[in-house]
């Protein structure tokens, strides 16, 4: 499976998708951290005991805990880190299939590209690494090696 595509100065990361079955609990927990706390503050109220300060706190709580979930979940299945290259700056965005986040501008002076290692030493895996000498773009897709000096070798052609 090709990881990326470069194509009229995009770079498209594609993050390799979990097993089926993980996404699926991360899904169904990810929905429980919303539904529970509805349906308590639901039965309160039904009940005749009104929404009270420890109901809506429980809800914020499990509502920032869902949303994290719900990253992570949308991650593993549609995750894709998009690096567009313009003349004067690379712009970066982590795009999570429903919402884009994580976006970071590099000037595009002194660029350099290089691999840092990931996971195990025998994996022979990295990330890319995107650095202008005052910050730097690290992407979080795991990629093999062999495959990511072709990409740089191929960025550095264009």
Not at 20 to 32: E, G, Q, S
Not at 37 to 53: A, D, S, T, Y
Request: charged share 20%; with cysteine; glycine share 8%.
């Amino acid at each position: 499976m090709n990881q990326y595509l470069f194509e009229n100065n995009q770079l498209k990361l594609k993050v390799s998708k979990t097993p089926f079955l993980i996404r699926l609990v991360l899904f169904i927990i990810t929905f429980l951290c919303f539904a529970l706390p509805l349906f308590g503050i639901f039965f309160n109220v039904v009940e005749g005991n009104g929404i009270k300060f420890g109901g809506i706190l429980a809800f914020g709580i499990f509502c920032l805990i869902g949303f994290y979930l719900l990253r992570i979940s949308l991650w593993n299945s549609h995750g894709e880190e998009t690096i567009q290259f313009n003349d004067n700056e690379i712009i970066y965005v982590a795009d999570y299939g429903w919402f884009k986040d994580g976006k970071k501008t590099l000037d595009k002076n002194e660029i350099t590209y290089s691999i840092k290692p990931v996971g195990y030493e025998e994996e022979n895996y990295g990330i890319l690494v995107i650095s202008n000498g005052k910050s730097e773009i690290e992407s979080v897709v795991k990629m093999p090696k062999q495959n990511l000096e072709k990409l740089i070798s191929r960025i550095n052609g264009s």
